[in-house]
């Protein structure tokens, strides 16, 4: 137990060799926080927690930081860095330790490293039912911009007519960059490029052309197209969605209601802020649990 008030927190980069700390904390802050409401866990045992967080804190493109009160992690945030928005997630803090201002300290320096690498914005995806976690992203200056809808299942719909879904290559890059460009005015060929290597993209063509893309259909991928036609091309091609499961704008009631008619289960409501920069999007998208 530690003493009330804390000693001071000590704020600093994360090292791969902090994920098995780390990922315990980040299972045991969201089992407490979703069970204290009903809600499924996000994480379905600890070792994805640590799995998880091996992996950010050991990718570049990432700037991952820990606190420490008296040499013991008692918590850590992540800066998603590989577009001119950056995304933040997860943070989570010692169950025991909350509500005393250690993640007021995370964000404070997630925020402060994103200003000083000159973002354009700033976004990120909290747990709707969660209070806490609302009020202080509110009080950071972060503003609600969507209301989302985290879906999961198989679609009764196996394909969409006129579309065709295929694996994404290198050279299909360019193009899908056009289209992240018109929905959501910036690039996010970074992710897709790592998305590619690792074989879970996914390109949907129309008319000859391809009209969307998909990172990967699952809570930590994103996807943008022209129309709804394309996304539930994409939704459809899969027989079910990575994570907890896809992120669905509800205010997009075409696709919503489409999901919904498709037998896809809602799971939970989400919430998307963003500070700074931010457009909205001119086209279809899914988000993915950063923004
Ligand atoms: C969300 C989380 C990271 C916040 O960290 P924390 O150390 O507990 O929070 P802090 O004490 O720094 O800040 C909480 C703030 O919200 C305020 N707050 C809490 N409940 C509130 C409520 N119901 N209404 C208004 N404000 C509230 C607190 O007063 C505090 O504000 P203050 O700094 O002005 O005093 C942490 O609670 C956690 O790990 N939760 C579980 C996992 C999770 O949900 N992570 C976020 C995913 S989006």
Redesign the pocket.
């Known amino acids: 137990m530690l003493p009330n008030p804390l000693p001071l927190v000590v704020v600093r980069a994360a090292t791969p060799e902090d994920a098995p700390a780390c990922g315990q904390?980040?299972y045991d802050?969201?089992s407490?926080?979703?069970g204290g409401h009903g809600f499924p866990c996000d994480l379905p045992v600890p070792e994805a927690g640590i799995g998880l967080l091996s992996m950010m804190f050991s990718n570049p493109g990432f700037y991952c930081v820990v606190a420490e009160v008296e040499d013991r992690i008692v918590?850590s945030?992540c800066l998603d860095e590989r577009s001119k928005i950056f995304g933040?997630?997860?943070?989570?803090?010692?169950?025991s330790?909350?509500?005393?201002?250690?993640?007021?300290?995370?964000?404070q320096a997630v925020m402060d490293r994103a200003i000083g690498q000159g973002a354009a914005g700033i976004r990120?995806?909290?747990?709707a039912f969660?209070?806490?976690?609302?009020?202080?992203?509110a009080?950071l200056g972060f503003d609600v911009r969507a209301p989302l809808s985290c879906m999961q299942g198989r679609t009764l719909q196996r394909s969409v007519p006129g579309c065709t879904v295929q694996p994404a290559q290198l050279a299909d890059i360019k193009v899908c960059d056009i289209v992240s460009r018109q929905v959501h005015g910036f690039s996010r060929t970074v992710e897709l490029a790592e998305a590619i290597q690792q074989g879970t993209a996914s390109v949907v063509e129309r008319e000859g052309r391809i009209t969307g893309y998909a990172t990967v259909l699952a809570f930590f991928g994103h996807a943008t197209a022209e129309a709804n036609l394309d996304l539930e091309a994409l939704i459809a091609s899969v027989d079910s969605f990575g994570g907890p499961g896809i992120l669905v704008p509800s205010q997009n009631s075409g696709l919503f209601r489409w999901c919904l008619a498709n037998g896809l289960r809602l799971v939970q409501p989400?919430t998307l802020m963003s500070v700074g920069l931010y457009n909205e999007p001119a086209g279809a998208w899914l988000p993915s649990i950063h923004f």
């Open positions: 904390i980040c802050a969201f407490t926080i979703s918590g945030n933040v997630g997860p943070i989570t803090i010692d169950p330790v909350q509500n005393r201002s250690i993640g007021r300290t995370l964000m990120l995806v909290q747990a969660h209070n806490r976690s609302l009020s202080l992203y009080d989400l």
